[in-house]
């Protein structure tokens, strides 16, 4: 439904965008003022927003999500080319997000010691304070790996609420009876601190993913790499709404499978 | 930790200051271009040095801080009041359109708004779309809170008091409800403001945001893509410093309100 409802909304914005109902016939002298406004009524019949989000519903089903205004290509070419490559910069940045989120959450639960609490939440709040896009221009011109950008950005963003679940997991009494009992760390963590969050942990994953989409346009805008974000930055400066419409479609439908994802797993717990 | 507060309270209000009274301290205007001047080092006659069209960086810096500090708690408030308009208006149908807005990332949805926008659009009225647009595209992070607190306090045991006792649903609401959520409001707006800092300086930074003569701490930063430009004027990073600088007083005063409450 989700899906559905942003795909209706983005073609709207596609139907309704400037220039739409403009037609190049218009400037032809050889029709006259009659079967120009014939074919004027006859656009505006076809493309009444209904039917223009049907049509367009029906060729998405069919893998045709129209066609690139500014590159001239198929809006699908288009997304599959570009696709892997965000994947990979996406998936990698927010794994590492994550992990440096845990590692950073667990210097400031575990120790209990106040210096290394201020250092990691010193450390969150000064990455925090850096655009992320800022932050993989000076990665990019350090030809240092770009997923580690992303995975600083994430990281300050998804360590509030990591701290917050190990402090619940670290002073429940079932892991201070099992610390008690001389139970060894790895035990310790996969036990009683991986396995009872779980669902939490796929959820926060999940967040993390949709963040991490979110700094992918300007970091693949700004440091060229050819990936769904800069695709979205390249069409939105030529203001390419098919382009932008299938965009739309895509990326709701794969975060609403995302968040459908962490809330089936809730659910399930 | 309460002295280091304090100074974030204070460099946040000397921060503002600078902004407001940016005429009257900064020596040229924001768009006033020497063209005797480009790319000029810093010295006596431009402090910070000149941009490559020979604008003062300095003076630049203080407008810049003007629009970033005015207009990211006004396009705050803007998503406040509309998340609390939606949410009174809407009875039926708010978490599904939250949860539509809330599905695609921010920065998307705000491209593909400005997308729509016209070209024409002067330098003034592109800037209030911006903030403004960032405003409405992040009504629904409040509204998703708002709907919550308004959940838990249908179930209270004072509203269902006042209404047996027959007060008026807008009595309810202005006596009863809003000092609720007012601290929502509040919480939600210190969220959103660092937000819409940021928000503006990744877009300024792809040419999406603040459109040019005007300054603003994203499009400042836009000369951060040019290394040798750095190298050469280091006072380029002075934007960067200034919006981390606020940044770090912002999320200070922000953990003091989490401690609080």
Redesign the interface.
């Given at each position: 439904?989700?899906v559905l409802?942003?795909g209706l909304?983005?073609a709207a914005?596609v139907r309704f965008?400037?220039g739409f109902d403009v037609d190049e016939n218009t400037w032809n002298p050889q029709f006259s003022a009659a079967t120009l406004e014939a074919m004027h009524n006859t656009h505006e019949r076809e493309n009444s927003l209904p039917r223009f989000y049907y049509r367009y519903l029906r060729a998405a089903l069919h893998g045709d999500l129209g066609q690139s205004d500014s590159l001239k290509q198929p809006v699908a070419d288009l997304l599959r080319d570009r696709a892997p490559v965000t994947a990979r910069l996406l998936g990698w940045g927010t794994l590492g997000g994550l992990l440096l989120g845990a590692l950073f959450a667990w210097i400031a639960v575990w120790p209990r010691r106040a210096g290394l609490e201020i250092l990691a939440v010193s450390s969150g709040?000064?990455m925090?304070?850096?655009?992320?896009?800022?932050l993989a221009?000076a990665f990019f011109?350090e030809e240092a790996p770009l997923s580690l950008a992303v995975a600083l950005a994430v990281f300050p963003r998804v360590f509030g609420t990591i701290r917050a679940i190990l402090e619940d997991l670290f002073t429940s009494p079932a892991l201070l009876a099992a610390r008690a009992r001389g139970v060894g760390p790895v035990s310790l963590a996969l036990r009683y601190v991986v396995a009872p969050a779980l669902p939490q942990w796929l959820a926060l994953a999940g967040v993390a993913l949709?963040?991490g989409?979110?700094f992918i346009?300007?970091i693949e805008?700004?440091c060229d790499v050819p990936g769904i974000g800069q695709l979205?930055?390249k069409?939105?400066?030529s203001?390419d709404?098919p382009l932008?419409c299938g965009?739309?479609l895509i990326?709701?439908f794969a975060?609403?499978c995302v968040?459908t994802f962490g809330e089936i797993i809730g659910a399930k717990q | 930790m309460k002295r280091m507060r304090l100074i974030a309270m204070i460099l946040l209000v000397l921060i503002a200051a600078l902004g407001a009274l940016a005429p009257a301290i900064a020596p040229y205007s924001y768009d006033a271009q020497f063209r005797d001047a480009p790319d000029a080092p810093p010295g006596p006659r431009f402090r910070m040095g000149t941009d490559e069209i020979g604008r003062d960086r300095f003076s630049r810096l203080i407008y810049a801080t003007r629009i970033s500090m005015l207009l990211a708690p006004a396009a705050a408030l803007a998503s406040i009041v509309l998340a609390l308009a939606i949410c009174a208006l809407l009875k039926y149908g708010l978490s599904a359109l939250t949860t539509i807005c809330l599905s695609l990332p921010w920065i998307f949805l705000f491209i593909i708004m400005r997308a729509e926008l016209p070209l024409s659009t002067g330098p003034v009225v592109s800037v209030a779309l911006t903030f403004g647009l960032m405003g409405v595209a992040g009504w629904a992070w409040p509204a998703r809170v708002f709907t919550a607190s308004i959940g838990d306090m249908k179930q209270s045991g004072w509203l269902m008091q006042a209404r047996a006792a027959g007060i008026s649903p807008l009595r309810i609401a202005r006596v009863y409800a809003w000092p609720h959520l007012r601290s929502v409001a509040l919480a939600q707006f210190r969220v959103l403001v660092p937000a819409y800092i940021l928000s503006e300086a990744s877009l300024g930074l792809l040419g999406l945001g603040v459109p040019d003569p005007l300054p603003s701490w994203g499009n400042l930063l836009r000369d951060l893509q040019h290394p040798d430009i750095v190298r050469s004027n280091p006072w380029v990073l002075a934007p960067l410093g200034l919006l981390m600088l606020v940044m770090l007083c912002l999320e200070l005063l922000q953990s003091q309100r989490e401690v609080s409450l």
């Open positions: 439904m989700v409802i942003g909304a983005a914005l965008s400037p709040g000064l925090l304070a850096i655009p992320p896009a800022v221009l011109f949709v963040l989409f979110g346009i300007p805008a700004l979205a930055w069409a939105a400066l203001r709404l932008l965009l739309a990326i709701t975060v609403a968040q | -």
